[in-house]
């Protein structure tokens, strides 16, 4: 079983990155997946999330700026981010389970994501 996450790196601010959550080895489309992120010296925020039906949420903070989309033929959750900005500087990860009730139990590594000029 496997969550891999890609598509991090450093951008400017106002620019644009997409995350990728590529999954393997368990049943893709039956589950709801979570991305999330760890600030430097922060705890983890949630940041969206979308279930099997391809119903979607997203944080107050990222709002209008960040969609999450899945498709389910490619076993792959997407994080399109624009209008980046500073504190959203992070270590993004993507997860199963629930942001009410707890993540897992498949969780990514993570990929850096570094908004800096």
């Known amino acids: 079983v496997q969550l891999v996450e890609s598509g991090g790196g450093l951008v400017q601010p106002g620019g644009s990155l997409r995350l990728s959550c590529a999954a393997s080895?368990?049943?893709?489309?039956?589950?709801?997946i979570n991305w999330v992120r760890r600030a430097p010296g922060k705890g983890l925020e949630w940041v969206a999330s979308?279930?099997?039906?391809?119903?979607?949420a997203h944080a107050d903070s990222v709002k209008g700026r960040f969609t999450i989309s899945r498709d389910n033929a490619k076993n792959t959750v997407y994080l399109q981010m624009n209008s980046l900005k500073s504190e959203d500087t992070a270590l993004y990860s993507c997860?199963?389970?629930?942001?009410?009730?707890?993540?897992?139990?498949?969780w990514g590594q993570g990929t850096q994501v570094t908004v800096s000029s």
């Open positions: 997860a199963t389970g629930d942001r009410w009730v707890g993540y897992g139990p498949y």
């Open positions: 080895g368990f049943t893709f489309g039956s589950y709801s």
């Open positions: 979308i279930n099997s039906g391809g119903s979607t």
